[in-house]
């Protein structure tokens, strides 16, 4: 059974930094892309960045390239996001998702649990 869980989240004044672990198991952990999402109130769901390690692909949302950067500790089974220079606007629950069909696509069949992370102004 493959499953996620997301860690990392929390309270951080703007411009500041945060690091999300996203842990994996119960599947070849470097078959898999990995992507993080986040989803503000009242707001839709977004990508934010996804990973695959076994062909080094990399996606990263606009609103987020050149602050955020995501990778992979295969050995493990985790994948990170580093976040600086984070914003208000940055808040949001943050979630991992991975979909062995659907690799960095916008659907995805397994997802951890969501982590908060507030930036105050």
């Known amino acids: 059974e493959v499953q996620l869980q997301a860690s990392g989240g929390g309270l951080v004044q703007a411009g500041g930094s945060l690091r999300l672990s996203c842990v994996a198991s119960?599947?070849?952990?470097?078959?898999?892309?990995i992507s993080w999402f986040r989803q503000a109130p009242g707001k839709e769901r977004e990508g934010v960045a996804c990973?695959?390690?076994?062909?080094?692909?990399?996606h990263y949302a606009d609103s987020v390239r050149g602050r955020f950067t995501i990778s992979s500790d295969n050995g493990k089974n985790t994948v990170y996001l580093q976040m600086n220079d984070l914003k208000p606007e940055d808040s949001a629950v943050y979630y991992c998702?991975?979909?062995?069909?659907?690799?960095?696509?916008?659907?995805?069949?397994?997802w951890g649990q969501g982590t908060q992370v507030t930036v105050s102004s």
């Open positions: 990973i695959r390690s076994k062909d080094g692909i990399l």
């Open positions: 119960g599947y070849i952990f470097d078959d898999y892309a």
């Open positions: 998702a991975t979909d062995p069909r659907r690799p960095c696509g916008l659907r995805q069949d397994y």
